[in-house]
């Protein structure tokens, strides 16, 4: 974390100043030695490569990173479109979030549906996540990563966003 922490600043700093290729450079190689355990430097670098305008190096940082993570990012011309967050595009997956959030089973379940797994057990029909959603994963893997399973609160289970007020929500109560 603290390594990718360096390279993201040590890269801004770089675009900061106009030095634009050098940022590249920097985040081309800690990607080159972290190629599946460093989303958050490929989705600087595509925001660095889509503010420069340079779509052939967006298009393939972009096939790469879907090559190691579920991730389904816009091509360049739809890349400010982050589609669905992860509460409106996949509740199902948020249900299961949820469930184990409590717990330090959490982690697992959050790390296998960020990164990419090309076997059998996942086949190519697996969920894809908009950037949108695979962002709401970084963030609640970090969270959970950071903050001790007893601390996240009781278990609770939700099957979809629910419309209606719950009990004790300021509904309506039988008594």
Partial sequence: AQALFDVQEQAEFYASIGENDQAIEILQSH??????SSP?????LLQLLYRLSRTEAFEQ???QFQTHFNVKVPEFLGFSRKGHDLWSGHPEVLSKIEALWPTDEVQNLLRNLIVRKPSAEYGESDVRFDLSAFDDLLMLYNVAQTTPASSRGRPRCRHAPAAQP????GGSAAG
């Fill in 61 to 63: 940082v972009r096939e």
């Fill in 166 to 169: 719950q009990p004790g929500s």
């Fill in 31 to 36: 990607i080159a030695q972290h190629q599946s």
């Fill in 40 to 44: 958050l430097a490929y989705i600087e």
